[in-house]
């Protein structure tokens, strides 16, 4: 099994700035992909960021040139640096962490919110 915990959602205005984290811990050798999806009120969740275990990190069209996702393997992070809020970005943000099967763990859940 695997476990992820995320921090560093909260409140922000539009134009800021936050990042967020996810450490995993438990069976982490085998995982070979990680990313955030995000899911907003009344909508289907959706793919923001993924990067495999090589580093090769994949974005979605809505927040290519704003969010960078990065890992740190030593410490089993994984981060989502998200700049240029819009208020648009509000939604609660998910870490996932893909095994071979594909067996998919989740975590909790952090929320942003972006407003004025």
């Known amino acids: 099994q695997v476990q992820l915990v995320e921090s560093g959602g909260g409140l922000v205005q539009p134009g800021g700035s936050l990042r967020l984290s996810c450490t995993a811990s438990?069976?982490?050798?085998?995982?070979?992909?990680m990313g955030w999806y995000r899911q907003a009120p009344g909508k289907q969740r959706e793919l923001v960021a993924t990067i495999t275990s090589g580093g090769t990190a994949n974005y979605a069209d809505s927040v290519k040139g704003r969010f960078t996702i990065s890992r740190d393997n030593a410490k089993n992070t994984v981060y989502l640096r998200m700049t240029s809020l819009k208020p648009e970005d509000t939604a609660v943000y998910y870490c996932r962490a893909d095994r071979p099967g594909p067996v998919r763990h989740w975590g909790q859940g952090t929320q942003v919110t972006v407003s004025s």
């Open positions: 438990g069976s982490i050798s085998s995982i070979y992909v």
